[in-house]
């Protein structure tokens, strides 16, 4: 552990035409809003808002969360920067700052707060939904049966890459039906430290009491929700885990993130998927109601800052728990700071003033990476692949004990 944290490199913003985070800012954005107002008959209320706010996108400046707002709410994202940055262009503020509060605001412009009919109406619904009742994640669930023949070791290796691979929505645990993928996804690895991570929940021998707590940070909804969720089944199953936390998000956010609404959807999925899945969702149903699984939703998970600046009541539970995993890219930025870090950056530099053993299971979407050897980084910037950073190819999985 490091005695002093590395000197911080420049946040990332997104005021740089051209660059990837200007890009999600310019056009993403204007794309989800456009998507979101096809999705639904929103009135003509909700549409002033939505246009409002793809106004304010393209030119416009943060504003504090409007007065009819959550008062609490309303405090908290004060706190969190609207006093700081009113006034400011969303390509001037941190981009992490600036996505999480276009998200922020969109819940307000569609109305999801209330009062009114669209209170509670998930604005991605339609989408996540769609995903989970697709013809991929009929295989995808089709294909546990294959795993049931295998070594513990190869089931507990194989759905830790569903998992992994999960965060792109292409689940990994397919990998044991065709070897040629396993090789491709190895390489695809950017760091492995998946040894560390199983040093930390060894199976316990059957009968006995299992001391480890798992805490999953979740990311998406869907098809990297169900893999999530498998995985807890399996360690829990194992005798690797007594207990797991699940983290999900208290509202939608970022499109696809999870929302204990959508915890409930991908149970149910696997539930009457049949199979091992089925006995994997029965598994989990079961521990959901003995509590030896609990689901949390806690108002820091949205955010619009790094992990080091949690509270202290979400410090204590990650402290408590064996270790604690975080699942994708947006997780992955907040972990070790949404910075132009040297790649090379030591993972455990950046991660020390994490309370208790931390893991990150990601595919790279964003531009921020840390914990590459000098080998690697030469591999990928000699690779030709100028999107490596970006484009969902490659993964990672990084633990600091
Ligand atoms: O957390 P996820 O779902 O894996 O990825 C989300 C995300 O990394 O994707 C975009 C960058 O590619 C950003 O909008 C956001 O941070």
Known sequence: MPDTPPEPAPVILGDEPGSFPHSVLAERHPAIL??????????????????ALL??????????????????????WAEWGTDRYAGRS?????????????????????????????????????????????????????ALDDLAGLPAEERTRALLHGSL?????????????????????????????????????????????????????ADNAGRELVPDLLLVAHLLAEGRIGRAVLHV?????????????????ALRRLV?????????????????????????????SCAPLPYADMPGDLRAEFASATVTVLKGDLNYRRLVGD????????????????????AALRTLKSDVITGLTARTEAALEASGERRWRTSGTHALIQVRG
Request: contains cysteine.
């Open 34 to 51: 456009r998507q979101v107002g096809e999705a639904f008959p929103y009135d003509p209320e909700r549409r002033a808002g939505l246009d």
């Open 55 to 76: 106004a304010s996108c393209a030119d416009g400046a943060i504003e504090p969360l409007p007065d009819a707002a959550d008062p609490a709410d309303r405090r908290r």
């Open 90 to 142: 969303w390509f001037d503020v941190p981009w992490l700052w600036a996505e999480s509060h276009f998200y922020r605001r969109l819940l307000d412009a569609v109305g999801y707060f209330g009062p009114g009919p669209w209170q509670g109406v998930d604005p991605f619904r339609p989408a996540k939904l769609a995903e989970l009742g697709s013809p991929e994640t009929d295989e995808e669930l089709a």
């Open 165 to 217: 691979w999960g965060n792109r929505a292409d689940l990994g645990f397919r990998l044991s039906g065709n070897g040629a993928r396993t090789e491709d996804r190895v390489r695809a690895l950017v760091a492995d430290d998946s040894d560390v991570l199983w040093s930390l929940l060894p199976p316990s021998a059957p009968g006995t009491p299992v001391p480890a707590t798992l805490c999953l940070v």
């Open 249 to 265: 998000k208290p509202h939608p956010y970022y499109v696809s993130d999870a929302t204990p609404a959508d915890v409930l959807d």
């Open 272 to 300: 009457a998927a049949g199979g091992a899945a089925a006995s994997y969702g029965e598994g989990l149903w079961t521990a959901l109601t003995d509590g030896r699984v609990t689901v949390r939703a806690h108002p820091f």
């Open 339 to 358: 910075r132009y870090w040297p790649p090379t950056t030591p993972f455990a530099d950046v991660t020390g003033y994490f309370p208790g053993p931390v």
